[in-house]
């Protein structure tokens, strides 16, 4: 090999050490009218329980109609996620889940979630290429709410979600590339 074909190797290499752009990166993206888990809980907060109707939703940024990021409840699963406890009397329970308990089959729930997760990998380009040491930072928010409702209006709503994701993840391979062919040797001599 050369001299200049050498020094050009040995150019790139160091170049891509410490290049995190060459890293990989990723997204999850619920498409979502909301920009923020704050934005999406006040817009939950403005549903209001026998005075909103299904089609003010749309308006508010749950639209059960168009589909997208809702799933329908059933009202078996109602009722098993409302009212768990067959002990608890009916007067005990919120107003909107007695409503919905009488109304049977008339009443139908659905769930929306919305999300926003940003997955980006930190460090040295070498060392995670070859699977020795991987760095991932991951940010975000989710968020999901449930309404119930019959006789097209809302009953009953509730909310819940994680308003600030931070993780991170650390991954050390001290045989890099080769990890996993020991983790499989491994694997069959405990066999």
């Given at each position: ?16 050490a ?7 990166r990723?997204?999850t ?11 999406a ?19 508010l ?26 002990g ?9 889940i007695?409503?919905?308990i ?55 709503r509730?909310h ?32």
């Amino acid at each position: 090999m050369t001299t200049a074909r050498l020094s050009t190797l040995l150019a790139a290499a160091a170049l891509l050490a410490g290049c995190s752009s060459m890293l990989p990166r990723g997204t999850t993206d619920m498409p979502s009218p909301f920009r923020s888990f704050a934005e999406a809980q006040a817009a939950a907060e403005r549903i209001a329980p026998f005075r909103t109707r299904v089609d003010d939703l749309q308006s508010l940024g749950f639209d059960p109609k168009e589909g997208r990021n809702v799933t329908q409840i059933p009202y078996p699963d109602i009722v098993a996620r409302l009212a768990p406890y067959p002990g608890v009397s009916l007067d005990a329970l919120d107003p909107g889940i007695r409503a919905c308990i009488v109304a049977r089959s008339g009443c139908r729930a659905y769930v929306f979630r919305f999300e926003r997760i940003d997955r980006k990998r930190e460090g040295g380009f070498w060392a995670d290429f070859l699977n020795v040491r991987r760095v991932t930072n991951t940010t975000g928010w989710w968020f999901e709410t449930l309404v119930v409702v019959s006789d097209d209006v809302v009953l009953f709503r509730n909310h819940s979600g994680e308003p600030r994701i931070e993780k991170v993840e650390r991954q050390t391979n001290p045989l890099g590339p080769f990890q996993p062919a020991g983790e499989g040797a491994g694997a069959a001599l405990l066999r």
